[in-house]
Nanobody, 120 residues
Framework: QVQLVESGGGLVQPGGSLLLSCTTS????????MSWYRRGPTKERERVAW???????GYLDSVAGRFTISRDNARNTVFLQTSSLMPDDTAVYYC??????????????WGQGTQVTVSS
């Protein structure tokens, strides 16, 4: 069973940092495209960062240079290191896995989300 569980959210002051984790099971994260999305209180969902099976990464323009996505293949876990956080980064952050694996089929699964609140 494909599962994704986010953790690491919380309340942080502007300028602070948080490390978000996406712990996965039931599939191989490194064989799929792993993404972080967020949905703010007054915004639509947006894709924040992604890492492909080849290790290539991409970022939303507004977080480039402040956020870093990485992957620990041995732990089947994907991270989002956030820094220089701003109130506009306040959102529920979701982890997504997308791809195809032999024995599983098509994967497009989400975690339950973790709340990040940036406020003084």
């Amino acid at each position: 069973q494909v599962q994704l569980v986010e953790s690491g959210g919380g309340l942080v002051q502007p300028g602070g940092s948080l490390l978000l984790s996406c712990t996965t099971s039931g599939f191989t994260a490194s064989k799929n495209t792993m993404s972080w999305y967020r949905r703010g209180p007054t915004k639509e969902r947006e894709r924040v960062a992604w890492i492909g099976s080849d290790g290539s990464t991409g970022y939303l323009d507004s977080v480039a240079g402040r956020f870093t996505i990485s992957r620990d293949n041995a732990r089947n876990t994907v991270f989002l290191q956030t820094s220089s956080l701003m109130p506009d980064d306040t959102a529920v952050y979701y982890c997504n896995a997308k791809g195809w694996e032999s024995g599983i089929g098509y994967i497009d699964n989400w975690g339950q989300g973790t709340q990040v609140t940036v406020s003084s």
